[in-house]
């Protein structure tokens, strides 16, 4: 079974400010990317990483992705992933994971390729959602809504690869926040594995010092 994973960094990173793609910037010393494709590499269990850039910054990703190929972006995350995928035509399995959860550990790569792998076509890692959670109403005002069951979603997210493919063929205008919801807008059903807190995006500056303290803590 050849496992493929999908990297989209094509991201400018604009919640960042940083003033280059976000994938590009430093954390301790090593860019997102980097770090990104270091991590499911040292899983174990992925063949090839592909790397989704900015189309204007493909020589500078390919100078920090020694370990991952490197391909020209879309105009957001969706478009971006069904170019990564379509340089993967021979995989049996397709992780695809943000560039920006550059600190996620192996462990949660493994669980996902290890479900995937056990039978079930699309996995998400995913934590207990810790605040309590209000939504805004159109007229104004807030209403609590029951935290029972909520689970915030990260990457890698894993996928039987004709299912993935089949997904992104149908996505057309449909813009889903992760593949897994496009797996779901065709009826799959998504199953979770446990994901971990250092799995968090990199989006605005605190995030990049909070990971800047974690990398120089661990
Ligand atoms: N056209 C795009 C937009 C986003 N991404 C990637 O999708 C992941 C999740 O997106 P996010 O963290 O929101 O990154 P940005 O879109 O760069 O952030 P912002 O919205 O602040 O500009 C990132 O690794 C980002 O590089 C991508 O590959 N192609
Ligand atoms: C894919 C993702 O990281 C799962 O939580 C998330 O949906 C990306 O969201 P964004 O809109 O690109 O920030």
């Given at each position: 079974?050849?496992?493929?994973?999908?990297v989209?960094?094509?991201?400018?990173?604009e919640?960042?400010?940083?003033?280059?793609?976000k994938?590009?910037?430093?954390v301790?010393?090593?860019?997102?990317?980097?770090?990104?494709?270091d991590?499911?590499l040292?899983s174990?269990?992925?063949d090839?990483?592909?790397?989704?850039?900015?189309?204007?910054?493909l020589?500078?990703?390919a100078?920090?992705t020694?370990?991952g190929?490197v391909v020209?972006?879309g105009?957001?995350?969706?478009?971006?992933?069904?170019?990564?995928?379509a340089?993967?035509?021979d995989?049996?399995?397709?992780?695809?994971?943000?560039?920006?959860?550059c600190?996620?550990?192996?462990?949660?790569?493994?669980?996902v390729?290890?479900?995937?792998r056990?039978?079930?076509?699309?996995?998400?890692?995913a934590?207990?959602?810790a605040?309590?959670v209000?939504?805004?109403?159109?007229?104004?005002?807030?209403e609590?809504v029951d935290?029972?069951?909520?689970?915030?979603v990260?990457t890698p997210?894993?996928?039987?690869?004709?299912?993935l493919?089949r997904?992104?063929?149908a996505?057309?205008e449909?813009?889903?926040?992760?593949?897994?919801g496009?797996?779901?807008?065709?009826?799959?059903?998504?199953?979770?594995?446990?994901?971990?807190?250092?799995?968090?995006k990199?989006?605005t500056p605190?995030?990049l010092?909070m990971a800047?303290?974690?990398?120089?803590?661990?």
């Amino acid at each position: 079974m050849e496992v493929v994973a999908v990297v989209p960094a094509a991201g400018s990173g604009e919640r960042l400010g940083a003033g280059s793609p976000k994938a590009l910037v430093e954390v301790a010393g090593v860019a997102m990317v980097t770090r990104a494709v270091d991590g499911l590499l040292a899983s174990g269990v992925v063949d090839e990483v592909i790397v989704v850039a900015p189309p204007d910054h493909l020589e500078e990703m390919a100078a920090v992705t020694t370990t991952g190929r490197v391909v020209p972006g879309g105009h957001d995350r969706v478009a971006s992933v069904a170019l990564g995928l379509a340089e993967a035509p021979d995989a049996d399995v397709v992780l695809v994971h943000d560039a920006a959860r550059c600190l996620c550990p192996a462990a949660v790569v493994s669980a996902v390729v290890e479900a995937v792998r056990a039978g079930a076509p699309a996995v998400v890692p995913a934590i207990p959602v810790a605040d309590t959670v209000r939504r805004a109403r159109p007229e104004g005002g807030v209403e609590l809504v029951d935290r029972t069951g909520l689970l915030a979603v990260q990457t890698p997210q894993g996928f039987d690869a004709d299912l993935l493919r089949r997904a992104h063929a149908a996505a057309g205008e449909h813009r889903a926040t992760d593949d897994a919801g496009l797996v779901e807008a065709l009826g799959g059903r998504i199953v979770t594995v446990p994901g971990d807190p250092r799995a968090f995006k990199i989006t605005t500056p605190l995030d990049l010092a909070m990971a800047e303290a974690l990398v120089r803590a661990l």
